[in-house]
């Protein structure tokens, strides 16, 4: 199970940290983990994603100097450092989790089809 929390309504350019606490039989070492967003009418949308390993990062555009994705194995946690928030990036932010521990590229953890689990969410609101 995922559970995401650190949402809030925050002011543009300030800075929030998400974290999504992992529980279950496997530890989150063994997942690829992906944060996705998604605005109300609008399609989920890839942010960030890192390979199992961990040897690997992707941002989608938008997010590349602004955010930045971290694990701490040790407590099964994934955070998404987010900084100058802007209101474009208002959604619902979820974690996401791909058993998968085959290194790929960035494409594929983009899609967020290739994700088996996924938590509840947590909104983010950026005031202008």
């Known amino acids: 199970q995922l559970a995401e929390s650190g949402g809030g309504l ?19 070492s063994n997942f690829a983990m992906g944060w996705f967003r998604q605005a109300p009418g609008k399609e989920r949308e890839f942010v960030a994603a890192q390979t199992w390993s961990g040897g690997n990062t992707y941002y ?19 955070y998404l450092q987010m900084s100058s928030l802007k209101p474009e990036d208002t959604a619902r932010y979820y974690c996401a989790a791909d058993p998968s521990i085959i290194e790929r590229g960035g494409t594929y953890y ?16 950026v005031s202008s």
């Open 60 to 78: 989608t555009d938008s997010a590349q100097g602004r955010f930045t994705l971290a694990r701490d194995n040790a407590k099964d946690t994934l």
């Open 110 to 125: 983009s899609d967020y089809r290739y994700y088996v689990y996924w938590g509840q969410g947590t909104q983010v609101t």
């Open 10 to 28: 925050v002011q543009a350019g300030d800075s929030l940290k998400l974290s999504c606490a992992a529980s279950g039989p496997r530890s989150l």
